[in-house]
Every structure is written in structure tokens, then in C-alpha cells.
């Protein structure tokens, strides 16, 4: 795997913070007759009190004997030419000099990393830490899942992309990492994901449990979802367990991709590449949204939606098709007039063979 690289790459760890605090509070020499009394007293004091700042502002990488592993080969994730990365580092350095309160935080968070993977495991670990799940043990677990599995390291930056470039409340990649709790749901997913299928199935439910908790997203660890995913605010999300989730879908806060409650085995709904559902829908049972389709706010779906076309209602009917390619890439996913007029065409010249106008 490559090596780091950039001006991150020669900066010195918290842990080498400290093992150089330690060794400077080691005795070098026999103390002399004539020297200060008073100076090895200040100097251990000094490194003591720097010390503890330290493990006030990094928890993760001062804390116990569980801290991250330092092997370049096995944790780096850093990638040659990783622009997604290189921006976020930018944006938190100029974060740290327009609000220097932030800078500490915007440090142990982004810039004292090496990579994407290892700023994510910080951030999320530090976000979903109680006291049965350590903030060392689970950056340890998210590094391990994020840096080896290059499925997910694409993913996770594809994610990233979809959230700054479709969610025009996100200001930038930076706050989209450090902020958003529709992708740091997402991403703990993706590593409940990968180890329910590695059969660490128990603490796969562990994680989906505290996202639960803390950020109100219920997905369990056995759904399968694509890359360049955006779950926009995210609160009141629940995904079922045999729910499958094609590329650079768009999903709204509220939805429910739930099971009928009447079968046991795939009994959870297949939505299609570049759909956009949006806020409240409820889809329900083993049917499939198609490629492409758009799901208005407020819907109940219980039976198929074609591709390329625009359901809404209670239950919810097909009332349009959809003029966009991929509806979730344009976020419009209103049902007013000028609607209706500039994206959707009616069934009967659809039907009929005409061109959209």
C-alpha cells in the first residue's frame, strides 16, 4: 500500500508527543551538588501538566495501552493523488486559522492524520465511545475495516462527494466529515457491514445499535447499499436487513425501507441506481424502485415503481416520469406546477412514444 505522503507525512504523532514528553522526564545524568533543586521539581511538573492538555484534546491515540497500531504498511490508507483528502486537509487548515477555538479540534480530528480512513475512525469512534465501547477499541476497529477493504475506502469517498455536492446546506468536505450525522451513519454501516459478513456478527449489531442511539439512523448491518450515497439529515432513517441499495441513490430523512411483516427471508424493497426518495416515504415488502425513479415526500409504496418514473400518494400511484436521468444527482423532489412542467411528461405521450418536452 503506499506510502503517506505531504507535509502530514513528517509530522509527529501525539503518541510520539508523549513517549518524547516521558523521555524527557527521565534523569539523564547524577544530579550534581550545585545544581537546582527546585528545577527537576518544575521541569516533571511542566511535562506533567503538558501531559495531561494533551490527553484532554486526544483522547483516542492517549488513553490506555489500546491505542492505534503505528505500522505504516498495515494502518496507512493515504492513496497517491487522493484529491478528496488533500481537500479536506486544506479546508481544515483554513478552518483552524478563521476560528482559532476550532484549531485543536480541527487538529485531533483531520490534520494530526495520515489519511481519509484514519480521520473518520476519530472522528466516529470519539462520536459513538460509552462506556461498554472505548474510543481506542472502536478506532481500532474502524481502521482496521476502513484502511484494509478498498470497496469501502472508495465508497467512503464517493459518499463524501455525494453529501458536498448534493447537500446544499454542507459547506464543504471538511464539514461534511467532522459534521454530518447522515455520513457518519453511513459509514459505520459500511464497517457493521463488512464485519457481519467476516461473521462478527454481534458486535456488527453493537455498532447499529449506538448509531440508534446517538443518531437516530436504524440500518441494519446485513443491508446491502452502493457508493456516492447520500442520507440527507438522516434522523428517522430505518433500513431493513435484507434491503439492497444500488449507487448514488438519494434518501430523505423519515424514510422506512421496512418489511411487510407477513414473510420471513428477502422481505425488504431493491431500490434502483440514481433514485431520489424523498422525506417520510415509507416503502414496504420485497418490491423494487427502478433506476432512476423519484418517490414524493409523504409516500406509502407497496408495489412496484418502473424505472424512470414518479410515484407519490397513499397508497402511491405512478403519476409521471421522471425527465432527469438520475433524479438524486438534481435534488428536486417537490410535486408543485413549474415541477410537473420542466421534469416530469405525462404517461400518455410517454405511452404514446413522444419525445419529453
Same mark, same amino acid.
Given at each position: 500500500?503506499?506510502?503517506?505522503?505531504?507535509?502530514?507525512?513528517?509530522?509527529?504523532?501525539?503518541?510520539?508527543?508523549?513517549?518524547?514528553?516521558?523521555?524527557?522526564?527521565?534523569?539523564?545524568?547524577?544530579?550534581?551538588?550545585?545544581?537546582?533543586?527546585?528545577?527537576?521539581?518544575?521541569?516533571?511538573?511542566?511535562?506533567?501538566?503538558?501531559?495531561?492538555?494533551?490527553?484532554?484534546?486526544?483522547?483516542?491515540?492517549?488513553?490506555?495501552?489500546?491505542?492505534?497500531?503505528?505500522?505504516?504498511?498495515?494502518?496507512?490508507?493515504?492513496?497517491?493523488?487522493?484529491?478528496?483528502?488533500?481537500?479536506?486537509?486544506?479546508?481544515?487548515?483554513?478552518?483552524?486559522?478563521?476560528?482559532?477555538?476550532?484549531?485543536?479540534?480541527?487538529?485531533?480530528?483531520?490534520?494530526?492524520?495520515?489519511?481519509? !480512513?484514519?480521520?473518520?475512525?476519530?472522528?466516529?469512534?470519539?462520536?459513538?465511545?460509552?462506556?461498554?465501547?472505548?474510543?481506542?477499541?472502536?478506532?481500532?476497529?474502524?481502521?482496521?475495516?476502513?484502511?484494509?477493504?478498498?470497496?469501502?475506502?472508495?465508497?467512503?469517498?464517493?459518499?463524501?462527494?455525494?453529501?458536498?455536492?448534493?447537500?446544499?446546506?454542507?459547506?464543504?468536505?471538511?464539514?461534511?466529515?467532522?459534521?454530518?450525522?447522515?455520513?457518519?451513519?453511513?459509514?459505520?454501516?459500511?464497517?457493521?457491514?463488512?464485519?457481519?459478513?467476516?461473521?462478527?456478527?454481534?458486535?456488527?449489531?453493537?455498532?447499529?445499535?449506538?448509531? =440508534? !442511539?446517538?443518531?437516530?439512523?436504524?440500518?441494519?448491518?446485513?443491508?446491502?447499499?452502493?457508493?456516492?450515497?447520500?442520507?440527507?439529515?438522516?434522523?428517522?432513517?430505518?433500513?431493513?436487513?435484507?434491503?439492497?441499495?444500488?449507487?448514488?441513490? =438519494?434518501?430523505?430523512?423519515?424514510?422506512?425501507?421496512?418489511?411487510?411483516?407477513?414473510?420471513?427471508?428477502?422481505?425488504?424493497?431493491?431500490?434502483?441506481?440514481?433514485?431520489?426518495?424523498?422525506?417520510?416515504?415509507?416503502?414496504?415488502?420485497?418490491?423494487?424502485?427502478?433506476?432512476?425513479?423519484?418517490?414524493?415526500?409523504? =409516500?406509502?409504496?407497496?408495489?412496484?415503481?418502473?424505472?424512470?418514473?414518479?410515484?407519490?400518494?397513499?397508497?402511491?400511484?405512478?403519476?409521471?416520469?421522471?425527465?432527469?436521468?438520475?433524479?438524486?444527482?438534481?435534488?428536486?423532489?417537490?410535486?408543485?406546477?413549474?415541477?410537473?412542467?420542466?421534469?416530469?411528461?405525462?404517461? !400518455?405521450?410517454? =405511452?404514446?412514444?413522444?419525445?419529453?418536452?
Amino acid at each position: 500500500m503506499a506510502a503517506c505522503l505531504g507535509p502530514l507525512s513528517e509530522m509527529r504523532t501525539v503518541r510520539t508527543v508523549l513517549e518524547e514528553l516521558d523521555e524527557q522526564n527521565q534523569p539523564t545524568r547524577p544530579e550534581t551538588p550545585d545544581s537546582n533543586p527546585n528545577s527537576t521539581a518544575s521541569t516533571s511538573t511542566s511535562i506533567m501538566v503538558m501531559r495531561h492538555k494533551v490527553e484532554r484534546i486526544f483522547p483516542v491515540y492517549a488513553r490506555g495501552g489500546l491505542s492505534p497500531r503505528s505500522d505504516p504498511v498495515g494502518y496507512s490508507g493515504s492513496v497517491v493523488g487522493d484529491s478528496i483528502w488533500d481537500a479536506v486537509r486544506l479546508e481544515a487548515k483554513a478552518e483552524a486559522e478563521n476560528e482559532p477555538i476550532l484549531s485543536s479540534f480541527l487538529y485531533a480530528s483531520i490534520l494530526s492524520h495520515d489519511c481519509l !480512513e484514519r480521520a473518520l475512525g476519530f472522528i466516529i469512534a470519539n462520536r459513538l465511545q460509552n462506556n461498554t465501547l472505548l474510543e481506542t477499541q472502536l478506532m481500532d476497529i474502524f481502521c482496521d475495516v476502513l484502511v484494509q477493504n478498498r470497496g469501502i475506502k472508495r465508497a467512503l469517498r464517493m459518499d463524501l462527494q455525494a453529501f458536498k455536492e448534493r447537500d446544499p446546506s454542507c459547506l464543504s468536505y471538511c464539514s461534511a466529515l467532522l459534521y454530518l450525522k447522515g455520513y457518519h451513519s453511513l459509514q459505520t454501516h459500511r464497517v457493521a457491514h463488512a464485519l457481519w459478513n467476516q461473521g462478527r456478527k454481534v458486535l456488527a449489531l453493537a455498532l447499529q445499535s449506538r448509531v =440508534s !442511539e446517538v443518531f437516530g439512523v436504524d440500518i441494519h448491518p446485513a443491508a446491502k447499499i452502493g457508493e456516492g450515497i447520500l442520507l440527507d439529515h438522516g434522523t428517522g432513517l430505518v433500513i431493513g436487513e435484507t434491503a439492497v441499495i444500488g449507487d448514488r441513490v =438519494s434518501l430523505m430523512q423519515g424514510v422506512t425501507l421496512g418489511g411487510s411483516g407477513k414473510e420471513t427471508g428477502d422481505r425488504h424493497p431493491k431500490v434502483g441506481e440514481g433514485a431520489l426518495i424523498g422525506a417520510s416515504v415509507t416503502v414496504l415488502g420485497n418490491i423494487k424502485i427502478g433506476e432512476g425513479a423519484m418517490i414524493a415526500s409523504g =409516500s406509502l409504496v407497496l408495489k412496484d415503481v418502473p424505472q424512470h418514473s414518479m410515484a407519490a400518494g397513499i397508497p402511491a400511484k405512478v403519476i409521471g416520469y421522471v425527465k432527469e436521468e438520475v433524479p438524486s444527482l438534481t435534488m428536486k423532489h417537490d410535486a408543485s406546477k413549474d415541477f410537473f412542467e420542466h421534469v416530469a411528461i405525462g404517461y !400518455e405521450g410517454r =405511452s404514446n412514444g413522444e419525445d419529453a418536452a
